[in-house]
């Protein structure tokens, strides 16, 4: 039998490598960048063009390579950082696996200039797929400069899949944010063709605020400093009434290096719990130093996820210097005991309620409105008190309702359908966003606030009331979209809201402008990066605030990774995606009450629809109990 297991060729391993180490343009920015921090660089440049498809250039000044180590660098598991596996336990370096060079080289084209201070001339090598080309002498500068052209072009698979140049370069910018964050001692620039960020060194404060610098995080940020033997933690969390809906800044940071770490992050959120709105997050930069013998990023090889040794003794102390930070500054609401305080509804998205009254009316009776009342035969008999009374209220005379079985008729007649309802009145109120319905709907009843009871051929119907006007909406959206090139109907707005955004949350925005446009916005860029003017919104909009259903519409195409590109204007899956984001935006809320005939008109309106049992999302709208079911639990 012939032998069949071999070696595979470095060439084929390193691009095994790359996939998991170099997965888009971005990860290159990083592995380049966090190279020339391990250097010694004081000073890094980052030039990208095409979104990084056709060049991502990466020069800094740190110590440089002496040839051999030029040619090495891209040797698999080729590395300066480490020597022997007990390293690992001791890294404060933020590169160690020997990895990125190779992974990039196996992929791309690689030309790399560099010299050390002791040298008078450089080296330049050009390596593709894996295979040096040219190694010579050169003139440069102290340092090294990375040139990646043609990122993917031996893997057109891979190549294909990358996302629009707006979603590419979006991720970049976030990259750069992270990487900018944990080395405010570094003078970092980044050119995209389109715009320019220079970031000078400075404290850490000034790190963020120059970052962020539209988010007026200056006067929003709280200090935290603790030191103990088993870590010290310094950094800021934002004041509670600066709290966001959306696009909340969260950052972690161990040794240096940027984390994703639940554990903590829950710790910090449970710290704000009742004195910021619970659909709202605080931004928190904090930084955690610790013996680097008790961490171990070892894990991914983004090395983005950190083990902590003793994470569960680190928690408590992240918890008491967070509450002390917004104890010391008297950021928790105080408590007037001799004030009135109307309680917070939950159902009702935080609004103010009036608090219940304790004050009963014993005169009142919940049976007497049935005229042959009688406690069941089971019950004791009333208990006559010495006055002659009853301990049962007293019956009102006045006019109790008689047959009441006909109030049923219409529910249960087995021959009743939607469409042979008695008629509504003329006029029946209108939900917002919703045509008036040809027929009226059937009888129905609403529970909960939150979902409408009505009949059907099996049984009983439960339907969510927020997800069936989030249907008809989309459904709406999408017909007057597809059946017209015009937009929406927009209205202007006599007060323009302004939107303030991320560097690269404004680049995606601006890849789906033409689609928020055909939803019925008008929005223009003020000339301040960033930072954007909402003129004209769209008429069904309703209650929702522009500004943050556009930051969901951002946060949708960075979470899906798709968005506009030029060879399609108008993708099809971009604009179904905001549309519905404007539906659910515009829909009824659940624990709002509706009246009868707004019931009636959204199921008319629903069962119109080719599948109104499902969203968009593929979640149920209707719930059918069936008449067996019903039979089976009153048995």
């Not at 893997?155 to 990487?179: G, Q, W």
């Not at 995209?192 to 610098?213: A, H, N, V, Y």
């Not at 969510?464 to 909406?473: E, F, G, Y």
Request: net charge negative; hydrophobic share 40%; glycine share 6%.
């Amino acid at each position: 039998m012939n032998d069949i297991i071999r070696l595979l060729p470095d060439s084929v391993a390193n691009q095994i490598a790359a996939g998991e180490v170099i997965q888009r343009p971005a990860a290159v920015v990083k592995e380049l960048v966090e190279n020339a921090v391990d250097a010694g660089a004081t000073e890094i440049k980052i030039i990208i063009k095409d979104a990084g498809r056709t060049l991502i250039q990466v020069v800094d000044n740190g110590k440089g390579m002496s040839p051999t180590d030029a040619l090495m660098a891209f040797e698999r598991h080729a590395t300066s950082k480490i020597t022997s596996a007990s390293d690992l336990f001791a890294l404060r370096t933020m590169g160690f696996r020997g990895e990125a060079l190779p992974s990039i080289s196996a992929i791309a084209h690689v030309e790399l200039r560099t010299m050390t201070a002791a040298d008078t001339l450089g080296t330049r090598i050009v390596i593709s797929g894996s295979q040096k080309e040219l190694q010579e002498s050169c003139v440069c500068t102290r340092g090294s400069n990375f040139m990646v052209r043609d990122l993917f072009y031996n893997t057109p698979a891979r190549r294909k899949f990358l996302k629009s140049d707006a979603v590419e370069l979006s991720n970049i910018m976030r990259e750069f944010e992270r990487m900018a964050l944990v080395n405010e001692h570094i003078h970092l620039s980044i050119e995209t063709g389109t715009r320019t960020l220079d970031l000078r060194p400075g404290s850490f404060k000034e790190r963020i605020c120059s970052l962020w610098k539209n988010a007026g995080l200056s006067k929003q940020l709280i200090p935290i400093e603790v030191d103990t033997q088993v870590v010290k933690i310094s950094g800021f969390i934002s004041h509670p009434q600066y709290a966001k809906r959306r696009g909340a800044l969260q950052y972690l940071i161990a040794n240096g290096r940027n984390m994703y770490h639940p554990y903590f992050r829950k710790a910090i959120l449970n710290c704000y719990e009742g004195i910021i709105a619970r659909d709202t997050q605080p931004c928190f930069f904090l930084r955690f130093e610790v013996d680097p013998s008790t961490i171990d990023v070892n894990i991914s090889p983004t090395k983005h996820e950190i083990k902590f040794e003793q994470e569960t003794t680190i928690r408590p102390i992240l918890e008491a210097a967070v509450r002390g930070a917004l104890g010391k500054f008297a950021q928790a609401p105080s408590i007037d005991f001799n004030q009135d305080v109307m309680p917070l509804d939950p159902a009702r998205d935080g609004e103010f309620v009036e608090a219940p009254s304790t004050d009963v009316d014993t005169s009142y009776n919940p049976f007497a409105q049935f005229s042959d009342y009688s406690p069941l035969p089971s019950s004791p008999a009333p208990r006559r008190t010495g006055s002659g009374h009853s301990d049962f209220p007293q019956r009102p005379k006045s006019n109790p309702v008689k047959n009441w079985e006909s109030l049923y008729s219409g529910f249960m007649n087995d021959g009743a359908s939607l469409s042979e309802v008695p008629e509504a009145p003329a006029e029946p109120p209108t939900l917002p966003g919703t045509p008036t319905p040809s027929t009226p709907g059937a009888i129905c009843l609403q529970a909960a606030d939150k979902y409408i009871i009505t009949r059907s051929k099996q049984g009983i119907s439960v339907i969510d009331q927020h997800r069936a006007h989030v249907k008809v909406l989309y459904a709406r959206f999408m017909r007057e979209l597809s059946n017209s090139s015009e937009a929406l109907a927009m209205q202007k707005v006599a007060f323009p809201e302004t939107l303030t955004l991320t560097p690269a949350q404004s680049l995606l925005l601006e890849s789906v402008e033409d689609e928020v446009s055909r939803l019925g916005f008008l929005i223009a860029p003020t000339g301040e990066p960033g930072t954007w003017r909402i003129e004209g919104v769209p008429a069904s909009l309703g209650n929702e605030s522009a500004g943050e259903l556009l930051r969901k519409v951002v946060e949708s195409v960075a979470d899906d990774g798709s968005g506009s590109t030029v060879s399609e204007p108008i993708a099809g899956d971009m604009l179904s995606r905001v549309a519905l984001i404007m539906a659910r935006a515009g829909a009824i809320r659940r624990g709002q009450r509706l009246t009868d005939a707004e019931m009636e008109q959204l199921l008319s309106d629903l069962y119109s629809l080719p599948d109104p049992v499902y969203t968009p999302g593929g979640n149920p709208i209707i719930i059918e109990l069936p008449t067996s079911r019903l039979d089976a639990l009153f048995s």
